[in-house]
């Protein structure tokens, strides 16, 4: 018999229960392991007894949708009740597509009615935002951001602020982004659109060719649609229904398949984001891989090492889209440090230990951006004669016309290096989940050995052969004597001496 699929075609917002629309409104962020320690006063014993006192101090730092925290004791009365309200009762709003048009960045999103949001360089170091509602129109400086900017400025620096420290509050301008950002069309250029949609899970129309395409981009929405139904299922998404993959599952006229709800299920994802990000919301638990921080950044990594080697066999095609960032040796650089560094605050900066399972793709992360990074040991050439355009924002502070040196032509050097230097690259993020790095020993071990034959600073060797001593004396330990499935070597000759550095 038929498994009736009808409900799910006309599931609508105004048919969510209560607490289907909060989760609705709440949403599931990429990284909740970055954590804000401010929490409601009335959840804390101790701060019941004099809460009218605080209040008022209290309500400077407000906590966002995205799990920010905003100081606005320096706003204007009024911008700051608008701040609190919007943060309160959050728009249900859902990204649809965002694309790069010439100068302008726009993102289209839905809150019943369909709102585009445009983010335009003015030249004036300062961006020109705009939202199709028209509250945010007067002279040119928009003194009240409309709910719809916010809710966009606050998830672009959900994506795009590598730095955040969850327990300093960031600080609110008067434009209703974070000072932290920066101006937010350079912010993007730099980032990128389509490494930040990924993030958004909002679809990029008509991506150049260099970053992909949309075989690429298609293949990452299926992929978390996917990881959103493995989670229902309680399996891994590698092994949920292999047959559910590829870009044919997009753009299909029907949504529904018959005799297949999973199927159903999946295009609906695919087809309407409001129902994705409601789907996600009540779904997705944190040991669930669609909510795992450190899989996220791996995927991350990848798609940034994808753009970096495009670059890499053909330079001149950074030109194609000459209002971003040529994705080169500095671009990719600080986003593997930006996604190191949250990885560091993950582990740091949360209210619970990592969980076993946790700690074990955050050292597979780790690893696998080490290997990346080791494999990557060669020149990039330089663009040929640029000529650097006004809105153009550049990854170097390089003048204009000097030569390249070699570390910024060389993902390895910039990152690992060749001089004797105190560098710690990845070694010091291991060194904090040693039983999780232990059982990656073997590729560590192969991975010190390529580094020594490459060349690297004296210091860095030592600091990783030391660390591969204390995860051979962690996996003796946690053994205890019975070897982990797939251990087929013996301790002692793991152990491989590596080639003198060059």
């Known amino acids: 018999m038929s498994v009736p699929v009808t409900p799910f075609s006309k599931l609508a917002l105004e048919e969510m229960s209560p607490t289907s629309q909060s989760a609705f409104h709440t949403g599931l962020q990429s990284y909740d392991c970055l954590e804000p320690t401010l929490r409601d006063s009335s959840s804390d014993p101790e701060s019941c007894t004099d809460e009218s006192e605080d209040e008022d101090e209290l309500s400077m730092v407000v906590q966002s949708p995205a799990k920010l925290a905003y100081n606005i004791h320096h706003l204007p009365e009024k911008e700051q009740d608008a701040v609190r309200d919007v943060f309160g009762e959050p728009p249900a709003i859902a990204l649809q597509q965002c694309r790069l048009i010439d100068d302008t960045y726009a993102f289209q999103m839905t809150e019943l009615v369909t709102r585009s949001v445009r983010i335009r360089a003015t030249g004036e170091g300062a961006s020109r935002i705009t939202c199709s509602c028209g509250r945010d129109e007067s002279d040119g400086n928009a003194l009240e951001p409309c709910s719809h900017l916010f809710w966009l400025l606050d998830r672009l620096t959900k994506q795009m602020v590598y730095d955040y420290d969850a327990k300093t509050p960031l600080t ?20 990128h659109l389509d490494v930040l949609s990924s993030g958004l899970h909002c679809q990029v129309i008509d991506p150049e060719s260099i970053y992909g395409g949309e075989d690429e981009l298609a293949a990452h929405r299926v992929q978390e649609s996917r990881e ?53 919301s009540a ?11 450190f899989r996220k950044l791996s995927q991350r990594i990848d798609r940034v090492l994808r753009r970096f080697d495009a670059y890499a066999a053909d330079p001149a095609s950074a030109g194609r889209r000459s209002a971003e960032t040529p994705p080169d040796v500095s671009w990719a650089a600080k986003h593997i440090l930006g996604c190191i560094k949250l990885i560091r605050n993950c582990i740091f900066a949360r209210n619970r230990p990592l969980q076993p399972s946790e700690e074990d793709t955050a050292a597979r992360t780790l690893v696998h951006i080490l290997s990346a990074v080791v494999a990557r040991n060669h020149d990039v050439l330089p663009l040929p004669a640029p000529s650097e355009s006004p809105l153009s924002p550049s990854s170097s502070s390089r003048p204009a016309g000097a030569p390249m040196s070699r570390t910024e032509r060389n993902l390895y050097l910039r990152l ?14 291991l060194g904090l989940i040693p039983e999780a ?30 660390l591969l001593g204390r995860l051979r004396g962690t996996r003796r330990r946690i053994s205890g004597g019975l070897k982990r499935q797939g251990d087929g070597e013996e301790e002692g000759g793991a152990s491989r001496e590596s080639k003198r550095m060059k």
């Open 228 to 280: 959103l139904l493995a989670a229902v299922y309680g399996v891994s998404p590698e092994e949920f229904r292999p047959d559910l993959c590829g870009r044919r599952l997009l753009g299909k006229k029907k949504v529904v398949k018959r005799n297949d709800l999973d199927c159903t299920v999946l295009r609906m994802l695919l087809d309407n984001p409001h129902f994705f990000t409601y789907f996600q």
């Open 416 to 429: 690992i290096g060749d001089a004797d230097r105190d560098a710690d690259f990845v070694v010091a993020e």
């Open 172 to 191: 609110m301008t008067r434009a209703g982004s974070a000072e932290e950002l920066g101006d937010p069309f350079t912010a993007i250029a730099e980032h």
């Open 283 to 293: 779904v997705s638990r944190p040991q669930d891989a669609v909510s795992d921080a």
């Open 437 to 466: 790095a232990s059982q990656h020993l073997h590729t560590l071990e192969a991975i010190l050995e390529d580094i020594g034959m490459r060349g690297a600073p004296v210091g860095y060797f030592e600091k990783f052969k030391a």
